[in-house]
């Protein structure tokens, strides 16, 4: 069983930053491509940033592109979400995700095991 936890999520003024983290358990995590999801109120999930296993692909979705940066350690079982310039709609709960396999999917029936979501809120 794996577990994913989430962290670093908080409110923010917009044009702030923030750093989410999420800590794997288990020993494959660098076997698998990971992925953060968001979910706004009344809204459905929807894809923001995957990396592939080794770190050295990535994908986002194109209202994050040139603000967030996703990455990984895989000696840390850690995948890291900044997220500069942030805009009130980047408000969610933002959520980590491992992939099946090793490349990265903007689709969520792609992960397998999810994260339990750390609250992001942007507001003045």
């Known amino acids: 069983q794996v577990q994913l936890v989430e962290s670093g999520g908080g409110a923010v003024q917009p044009g702030g930053s923030l750093r989410l983290s999420c800590l794997a358990s288990?020993?494959?995590?660098?076997?698998?491509?990971m992925g953060w999801f968001r979910q706004a109120p009344g809204k459905e999930r929807e894809f923001v940033a995957a990396i592939r296993w080794s770190g050295d692909s990535t994908l986002y979705a194109d209202s994050v592109k040139g603000r967030f940066t996703i990455s990984r350690d895989n000696a840390k079982n850690t995948v890291y979400l900044q997220m500069n310039s942030l805009k009130p709609e980047d408000t969610a709960v933002y959520y980590c995700?491992?992939?099946?396999?090793?490349?990265?999917?903007?689709?969520?029936?792609?992960?397998?095991?999810w994260g339990q979501g750390t609250q992001v809120t942007v507001s003045s």
């Open positions: 288990g020993r494959t995590f660098s076997r698998y491509a």
């Open positions: 995700a491992r992939n099946t396999g090793l490349s990265g999917s903007v689709f969520g029936r792609d992960y397998d095991y």
